[in-house]
């Protein structure tokens, strides 16, 4: 299992910014392919975005847009830039891992947008 740990997260208003880091243990990270997905309140948990081991990216249509994945690998660690942030984009931030079929997951980190 790998260990993740997302932080970053926290009060911002409505269009302002935040970015999440992820950081996963192992010496096989610059293989793992890594994403982000949040759960609202009473909400099923989505997808946000996703970093392959190549820096490629994939958003949720919801993201595109406003939020940037990206990765360093000396680092260990992928962050989630987002911009332009809405109340609809609270929610509990929760970093995946996945490397050869299994995921690791982090505890979450809260992102609340609100006046």
């Known amino acids: 299992q790998v260990q993740v740990v997302e932080s970053g997260g926290g009060l911002v208003q409505p269009g302002g910014s935040l970015r999440l880091s992820c950081t996963a243990s192992?010496?096989?990270?610059?293989?793992?392919?890594m994403a982000w997905y949040r759960q609202a309140s009473g909400k099923e948990r989505e997808f946000v975005a996703r970093?392959?081991?190549?820096?490629?990216?994939a958003y949720a249509e919801s993201a595109k847009g406003r939020f940037t994945a990206s990765r360093d690998n000396a680092k260990n660690t992928v962050y989630l830039q987002m911009d332009s942030l809405q109340v609809e984009d609270t929610a509990v931030y929760y970093c995946?891992?996945?490397?050869?079929?299994?995921?690791?997951w982090g505890q979450g980190t809260q992102v609340t947008v609100s006046t």
């Open positions: 995946n891992a996945w490397y050869y079929g299994i995921d690791s």
């Open positions: 970093i392959s081991q190549t820096g490629t990216t």
């Open positions: 192992g010496s096989s990270f610059s293989a793992y392919t």
